[in-house]
């Protein structure tokens, strides 16, 4: 059964820095694309970024216009973890922070999963709170 863990989550004032990990496990994903979401109270659950990977192939990044050079997704497959490094935060990043998996897709252009609805397995959510 897979199984994702966020954690890093925490309160920060604006203009900090957190990395979110997310851990895999119950599986090795050969072909995946590993999201990152966030739900603020009150809103709808929104896409913020994802990587996707296949064997033998280059791993691709995307993200949502409003965290585009603050955040970056990153992937060690060693550990099977994902990575959310999120800097000069602000207020209105405050968020439930989730991870998720599309088990079996790759995306290499400009079209990528960013539909919460279509990914496979989610992790329990991990808080992030950034104080103004």
């Known amino acids: 059964q897979v199984q994702l863990v966020e954690s890093g989550g925490g309160l920060v004032q604006t203009g900090g820095s957190l990395r979110l990990s997310c851990a895999a496990s119950g599986r090795t994903f050969r072909s995946c694309t590993m999201g990152w979401f966030r739900q603020a109270p009150g809103k709808e659950r929104d896409f913020v970024a994802a990587i996707s990977w296949t064997i033998g192939r280059p791993n691709y990044a995307y993200y949502t216009n409003s965290v585009k050079g603050r955040f970056t997704i990153s992937r060690d497959s060693a550990k099977n973890t994902v990575y959310l490094q999120m800097n000069n935060l602000k207020f209105e990043d405050t968020a439930v922070y989730y991870c998720?998996?599309?088990?079996?897709?790759?995306?290499?252009?400009?079209?990528?999963?960013?539909?919460?609805?279509?990914?496979?397995?989610w992790g329990q959510g991990t808080q992030v709170t950034v104080s103004s």
């Open positions: 998720a998996a599309d088990d079996g897709s790759y995306y290499s252009g400009s079209y990528y999963n960013s539909k919460s609805d279509e990914y496979d397995y």
